[in-house]
């Protein structure tokens, strides 16, 4: 029988080759590193003026351009869009055996410039927005500013003991790389508000071709989780927007207004009613207005 993933996803490539303007594209990081980015064509970038770069970053269930595949679209037309595949995701390997989210932060840096980015804004998802934290505390001049959406600033052990409780369950792989159908459903049922029926065999399809790379994975999460006493909040000097699903049980809202404490007056908190840890998903519409306004505000002031 044929996977209903396997089908979609080259059409949706295809359309966001065509409708977009965006293109895949490897880059190699270092000997032993390659990334993929999803890039403006260069029929994209001659239709496009001189505009800021906006960059997205991914969750941990999804690839890049399967994470994004309503945003990109929106905002291509105004704004140069990349989406970067973080490592062992969407073609992204290395051969290093760091697995640190600041290993992920250099990698996407270094993409970056070598695709000739000088400034971006970040738009991050979870894990995505773990990295892009990191990357705006490593490399400033670089990332100008942040959108973050249901992610705090690092993953320290107080912060993922309180979610996996409320989520139900005792470590990060167990529920982040399901290996059974039920696994898969239970994954989506707590990532959104309200999740409409879905039949197995379309979980069946999902299990079978998105969990790919599990041992490197499983590290990757292991990696995450730091010990509170190593961590120190930075200083952000880039202006921070907080946009989350208002009833997110992964990172809720008492998560996502610590957070605001922690980075300050240059941080604003926006939420979308109705709508889980993946907002941009399960409420595009809604997302992506509030991100456009976002988006102009941030880059009008520079």
């Not at 000997?31 to 994209?44: C, I, L, R, S, Y």
Request: proline residues 5%; hydrophobic residues 45%; charged residues 25%.
């Amino acid at each position: 029988m044929v996977n209903i993933i396997t089908i979609y996803k080259p059409l949706l490539h295809g359309f966001m080759k065509l409708a977009a303007g965006v293109r895949p594209q490897t880059v190699e990081i270092e000997p032993g590193t390659v990334m993929n980015f999803w890039v403006p064509t260069e029929k994209a970038k001659l239709q496009n003026k001189p505009k800021q770069a906006v960059v997205f970053l991914h969750g941990f269930a999804m690839d890049g351009i399967m994470t994004w595949q309503f945003q990109v679209p929106a905002l291509a037309s105004k704004y140069k869009v990349y989406v970067a595949d973080l490592i062992f995701f969407g073609g992204s390997i290395t051969d290093k055996a760091d697995r640190t989210a600041d290993f992920q932060a250099r990698c996407v840096a270094k993409g970056l410039m070598k695709l000739g980015i000088e400034k971006c804004t970040l738009v991050g998802l979870s894990y995505g927005g773990i990295v892009g934290f990191k990357m705006a505390e490593l490399y400033p001049s670089l990332v100008d500013s942040m959108v973050v959406t249901c992610s705090p600033i690092a993953l320290t052990q107080s912060i993922s003991s309180e979610s996996l409780k409320r989520i139900g369950f005792s470590r990060w792989p167990d529920y982040l790389l399901p290996d059974t159908v039920k696994g898969v459903r239970n994954l989506f049922d707590i990532a959104t508000y309200k999740l409409p029926y879905v039949p197995n065999w379309i979980y069946k399809d999902i299990l079978e071709v998105m969990f790919d790379n599990r041992k490197e994975k499983e590290e990757l999460l292991d990696a995450l989780v730091i010990n509170d006493v190593d961590f120190m909040i930075p200083h952000y000097p880039q202006r921070i927007s907080l946009l989350w699903g208002e009833n997110d049980n992964i990172f809720d809202m008492e998560t996502a207004l610590n957070l605001k404490k922690q980075i300050g007056d240059k941080a604003t908190l926006e939420c979308i009613e109705k709508a889980g840890h993946i907002a941009e998903v399960e409420r595009p519409i809604v997302y992506n207005r509030k991100l456009k306004q976002i988006l102009a505000s941030l880059i009008q002031e520079d």
